[in-house]
């Protein structure tokens, strides 16, 4: 499976942007599909992620209230709604697919395919 993210850019505080993350090869049915970012010095985290059993939600404390994940599953796309962006935002966003247990689910080490990433970046 191959996963295409993008939607990235260059976008003042308080603005908003929305990820798209496509996979082609095989169907997100069924699997799980997770956010990630990674700052330049920083070490990768988790930021949301959709699982595969429900549709169950998880966001990582940083972005509640202010990032959405949602699934279409019709264009086997994902995407990650992001409002109210802060400096502290910008990162190389990654998306991922795999079948972590929903306790697990903020760990991308469970996670099987990795999109190549979109840079976020986000001016004061």
């Known amino acids: 499976v191959q996963l295409q993210a993008s939607g990235g850019g260059l976008v003042q505080a308080g603005g908003s942007l929305r990820l798209s993350c496509a996979a082609s090869g095989r169907s997100f049915r069924n699997w799980s599909v997770g956010w990630f970012r990674q700052a330049p010095g920083k070490e990768r985290e988790f930021v949301a992620a959709?699982?595969?059993?429900?549709?169950?939600?998880r966001y990582a404390d940083s972005v509640k209230g202010r990032f959405t994940i949602s699934s279409d599953n019709a264009k086997n796309t994902v995407y990650l709604q992001m409002n109210s962006l802060e400096p502290e935002d910008t990162a190389v966003y990654y998306c991922?697919?795999?079948?972590?247990?929903?306790?697990?689910?903020?760990?991308?080490?469970?996670?099987?395919?990795w999109g190549q990433g979109t840079q976020v970046t986000v001016s004061s």
């Open positions: 959709i699982h595969w059993s429900g549709g169950t939600t």
């Open positions: 991922a697919t795999g079948r972590p247990v929903l306790s697990a689910i903020d760990q991308w080490g469970l996670y099987r395919y």
